[in-house]
């Protein structure tokens, strides 16, 4: 069964930094693009980052470029997204996800808060 | 990087139908068949229901189904039933990047 967990949301000053972590398992997890898709609380899903197959290929989205950096572990089946620079615009629950169908994400995490407050 | 358009809600009655559109541009859902839509619950994940314009994954009843016409893409929704009531939104490969809708909430009256 494939599964992805995500970890490491909590509450953070504006200015601060925070490492999130996706641990996947059920499937060969270095053979998928992995992205991470944030939703603020109330407010719609939005595409934030995605990382090829062996990392070495990655994608931001406009708001987040040159804070946020996407990363995997192959060997530990793990993505990451260090997220520098935190602002209140960053609140959001931030889901990891699998696209493992042509242009869209078949598996989800079910998410972790990232808080970014005073 | 901005969002697709999306009507902010649409409804019907168990047993009807219901279409919500979904707006880009040529850079985007008119340049790629690689239009997608998701189900979400309050206080759940997004849940793939179309991919690739049409294509429905296994489990996703053939009630959904979806297409694109130029810039605009549409999921449809037969046979409503009280569990599709949900938020929808859709999103497209824009080349280096993905975009999502701005979402509709579905209520089955």
């Known amino acids: 069964e494939v599964q992805l967990a995500e970890s490491g949301g909590g509450l953070v000053q504006p200015g601060g930094s925070l490492r999130l972590s996706c641990a996947a398992s059920?499937?060969?997890?270095?053979?998928?693009?992995m992205h991470w898709v944030r939703q603020a609380p109330g407010k719609g899903l939005v595409w934030v980052a995605h990382i090829n197959p062996d990392g070495r290929t990655t994608g931001y989205a406009d708001s987040v470029k040159g804070r946020f950096t996407i990363s995997r572990d192959n060997a530990k089946n793990t993505l990451y997204l260090q997220m520098n620079s935190l602002r209140a615009e960053d609140t959001a629950v931030y889901y990891c996800?699998?696209?493992?169908?042509?242009?869209?994400?078949?598996?989800w995490g079910q998410g972790t808060l990232v808080t970014v407050s005073s | 990087q901005s969002a697709l358009t999306q009507p902010p809600s649409a409804s019907g009655s168990p047993g009807q139908s219901v279409t919500i559109s979904c707006t880009g541009t040529?850079?985007?859902?008119?340049?790629?068949?690689?239009v997608s839509w998701y189900q979400q619950h309050p206080g759940k994940a997004p849940k793939l229901m179309i991919y690739e314009v049409t294509k429905r994954p296994s489990g996703v009843p053939d009630r959904f189904s979806g297409s694109k016409s130029g810039d605009t893409a549409s999921l449809t929704v037969s046979g409503l039933q009280a569990e599709d009531e949900a938020d929808y939104y859709c999103s497209s490969y824009a080349g280096s990047n993905n975009v999502f809708g701005t979402g509709t909430k579905v209520t089955v009256l």
């Open positions: 040529s850079s985007d859902v008119g340049r790629y068949n690689y």
């Open positions: 059920g499937f060969t997890f270095s053979g998928y693009w």
């Open positions: 996800a699998r696209a493992g169908v042509p242009g869209a994400l078949d598996y």
